[in-house]
């Protein structure tokens, strides 16, 4: 069985990618890249909207606009985008994916779309305008919610995908690590599993609501169950782009993995850790006590070591892979980078843009700081570089390569060059955005608001400058958006036949054998759920039995 | 190999900090439930100090494991009685006799007796959590009075949700090793 199994893969790798399995990735990336698109220029009317230049038509409400913006973007790309490039890496390291596997991510995708497409339409008809974190008693049209449902369940359908074919791995070779980047994937979809049974449940709880089949909704335990969830959400985008970091740089830049141990050990404490600190998006919310925050300055606090862990992993790889090539002094080895090389400029962008979005995060963890940027336009500022730069511009990163490899094609010199000016014309668009909006945030203009005046009142009219400025970092990023569109769809329909690498890293030479602890997921999830129920369990005892409120639509 | 024993020293003694334990001891649960483990913790990590420097003490009372664990659990369960909570409260005595039990006979112990009993026995050891978590659980919600007289009953009744969370993922944890084996894997 084993025998055979090894003669299976290697005749896939020699026959390179299997189609079967390339296509599932290709779908899913061309689903990513049209929500970018459609998204990006959502974004730009958002944009020149606040900054008074251009009036919305009678028929689009501004929340409308942000609704979808926001459900394109964090929701529809990211999470296509990681489905996408997990099962890729998975076929890749782990001998191609199983016919059941297959079926079922498959059936994932169409249930995502059908989900999408029945909360769309409300949306369209102007009865959703609940932007994504939908807080009750905020309340859409009961089949926005419906939809929801689906996509979750879709997700669920590509999580079980995962482990089958993990598992299945695993019983082929036993006592063997799991190949690095089908680790990050095993991480990421258990982390997809448990972060959305959250807001499965708070979804559960609103559509009787909604119905009219309960009368009151609980508001504070609704939002609490959304952030359990959404914070997860958003910290596995970040844990798919570290990924990229750990595995796929070291690669592009010619140098050896970082420790296999540590790297297995950042992911092991982003999956036990992350869901409690759904609590920072909450520290603001009445009925929650100030011992609770206090503790859960700490919880989010610790998210930074593995961050830190990262920073400095990565420098270590750097210097090594510059030294290795002759880079004298101490910063030598920076002139050694390829910085020509789009699959490693990008992804660099997204790790320098996360030392100030990090900072920044640190801030609105912190209680009293967070008070004076809470729901400002700073805290859009904030995600539009964590996610718009440290995370989009990763996957933009690895567009560029995983694209031509699936779609047997090659990234010719003129496309690399076409993908470093898109590059830099992101970075400066979102860079101006993100300024202009941590800026004018802690001036006090307030997020998710379309433009007034307050009947010109001095310190709103003082905000004009900055949300100027806001407007041009969009429309640089809607050029980047389009030509980002453009190169993921040339190379995946038009470049040159040929082959293109999947470049994952060697681990570093005489490396310490991995201890097997790692490997042990059972474990490691009763301990993230041991961590779960003690940060919930003091907020959520005393919400339960709070009044609740009747469903409000506030439009 | 000395960096664990040395966070676990640090941790230990940042958990002593009069500041510090008063916090975590303000609240019902964060007492039992954050400042508790924490200590265990330390002492987990400080394990490695004392059976490297004293291995014939380990081997010869804690060969097959058994005694180690059945220490571990005998000193947790001490210290999940409500009335050992308010003694800690009061005597300054029993308080650091709290810090110093719960790293040196339940945190080192745990880490030398794990990997020497058998799958079995740490399901069995599992299997009891579960079930005192559960009537500790039970215990603690349904109470009609106060059992501590540092704490009112909502802070009780709040330390019940937490155990029974806790039990609910042990829980879970018990029924996917019906489903999976993990020698199947390893
Ligand atoms: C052309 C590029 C983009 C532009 C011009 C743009 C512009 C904006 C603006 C002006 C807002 C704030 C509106 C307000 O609070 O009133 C916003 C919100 C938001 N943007 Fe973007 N954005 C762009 C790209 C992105 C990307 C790439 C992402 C994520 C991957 C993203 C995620 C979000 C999210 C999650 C919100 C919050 C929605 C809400 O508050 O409900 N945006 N965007
Ligand atoms: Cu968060």
Same mark, same amino acid.
């Given at each position: ?23 599932? =990735? ?19 009317? @958002?944009?020149? #909207? ?51 596997? &297959? ?29 994504? =974190? ?37 019983? #082929? ?66 844990? =798919? ?133 809470? #729901? ?107 030509? @980002? ?34 490997? &042990?997921?059972? &474990? ?32 | ?50 059976? +490297? ?44 006799? +709290? ?15 794990? +990997? ?23 215990? $603690? ?43 199947? $894997?390893?």
């Amino acid at each position: 069985m084993a025998l055979a199994q090894t003669i299976k893969e290697k005749a896939n790798n020699a026959l390179g990618v299997n189609p079967l399995d390339a296509k599932i =990735t290709k779908s899913y990336f061309i689903v990513t890249f049209l929500a970018l698109l459609i998204g990006g220029y959502l974004g730009l009317i @958002q944009g020149l #909207n606040r900054a008074g230049v251009f009036e919305l038509p009678s028929w689009l409400d501004y929340y409308q606009v942000l609704t979808a913006h926001g459900l394109l973007l964090v929701l529809v790309f990211s999470s296509f985008f990681t489905i996408g490039y997990f099962y890729a890496a998975m076929s890749n390291t782990l001998g191609g994916l199983l016919p059941k596997v &297959r079926k079922m991510v498959w059936i994932g995708f169409s249930m995502k779309i059908v989900g999408f497409v029945i909360a769309v339409i409300p949306l369209i008809m102007g009865d959703a305008n609940v932007m994504y =974190t939908f807080y009750p008693p905020m309340a859409a049209s009961t089949w926005y919610y419906v939809g929801l449902v689906f996509i979750v369940l879709g997700v669920w359908m590509a999580a079980f995908g995962a482990f089958i074919q993990v598992a299945n791995w695993r019983k #082929n070779h036993k006592g063997q690590h799991l190949p690095i980047l089908s680790y990050f994937a095993t991480g990421v979809f258990v982390l997809l599993f448990f972060g959305t049974l959250p807001v499965a449940i708070e979804v559960f709880m609103i559509i009787p609501w909604t119905l009219g089949w309960i009368e009151t909704l609980n508001s504070m335990l609704a939002r609490t169950l959304f952030w359990a969830f959404g914070h997860t959400l958003v910290n596995i985008w970040y844990l =798919t782009a570290v990924s990229a970091w750990y595995v796929i740089v070291p690669k592009v830049i010619g140098g050896r993995r970082f420790s296999d141990v540590l790297t297995r050990v950042v992911v092991m404490v982003l999956v036990i850790l992350n869901i409690t600190g759904g609590f920072h998006h909450q520290i603001v919310d009445p009925a929650i006590s100030e011992p609770v925050k206090f503790m859960h300055v700490f919880m989010s606090l610790s998210i930074g070591f593995p961050s830190l862990m990262t920073a400095y992993a990565m420098f270590a790889v750097f210097e090594r892979t510059g030294r290795a090539k002759g880079a004298k002094g101490l910063f030598g080895f920076f002139k050694k980078l390829p910085w020509g090389d789009v699959r490693f400029l990008a992804p660099f962008i997204a790790m320098a843009a996360f030392i100030p979005a990090g900072a920044g995060g640190i801030v609105q963890t912190t209680y009293q700081l967070d008070q004076v940027i809470h #729901n400002s336009l700073w805290v859009v500022g904030h995600f539009h570089l964590t996610l718009g730069m440290s995370v989009a511009l990763t996957f933009f990163g690895i567009s560029y390569w995983l694209i031509p490899h699936i779609s047997g094609r090659v990234l010719t010199k003129k496309m690399n060059k076409v993908g470093v000016i898109t590059t830099i014309i992101w970075t400066i668009g979102m860079s101006t955005m993100s300024i202009a909006m941590h800026l004018v945030g802690l001036l006090g203009s307030p997020r998710r608001t379309s433009y007034t005046t307050y009947g010109d009142n001095a310190t709103a009219l003082g905000w004009d400058p900055y949300l100027i400025f806001l407007a041009v970092g969009g429309t640089f990023l809607i050029v980047a958006v389009t030509m @980002q569109a453009y190169n993921a769809f040339h190379l995946m329909f038009l470049a040159p036949k040929g082959e293109e690498e999947f470049p994952i890293a060697e681990e570093e030479e005489n490396a310490s054998k991995t201890p097997f602890w790692t490997e &042990r997921w059972s &474990r490691i999830i009763l301990i993230m759920l041991v961590v779960v129920a003690m940060a919930y369990v003091i907020p959520l005892v005393d919400f339960i039995g709070d009044p609740g409120s009747i469903p409000w639509r506030t439009w | 190999m000395m960096t664990q024993p040395i966070i676990g020293l640090i941790t230990l003694l940042f958990m002593m900090i009069p500041p510090v334990a008063e916090i975590m001891e303000s609240i019902m649960i964060l007492h039992m439930h954050m400042q508790m483990p924490m200590i265990v913790i330390a002492g987990f990590l400080m394990a490695p100090f004392f059976t +490297k420097r004293f291995p014939n003490f380990f081997s010869k009372w804690n060969q097959t494991g058994i005694p180690g664990m059945l220490l571990f659990i005998i000193v947790m369960s001490y210290w999940s009685i409500p009335r050992a909570m308010d003694d800690a409260l009061t005597y300054p005595a029993v308080e650091l006799f +709290k810090f110093i039990s719960l790293a040196f006979l339940v945190g080192v112990p745990l880490r030398d007796s794990w +990997k020497k009993i058998s799958n079995r026995w740490q399901n069995g050891v599992l299997i009891f959590f579960f079930l005192q978590f559960t009537g500790l659980g039970i215990l $603690y919600i349904a109470a009609p009075g106060q059992l501590c007289n540092n704490y009112i009953q909502s802070e009780q009744v709040t330390l019940g949700w937490g155990f029974l969370t806790i039990a609910i993922a042990i829980l879970v944890y018990l029924v996917q090793l019906i489903f999976i084996n993990p020698a199947d $894997y390893e």
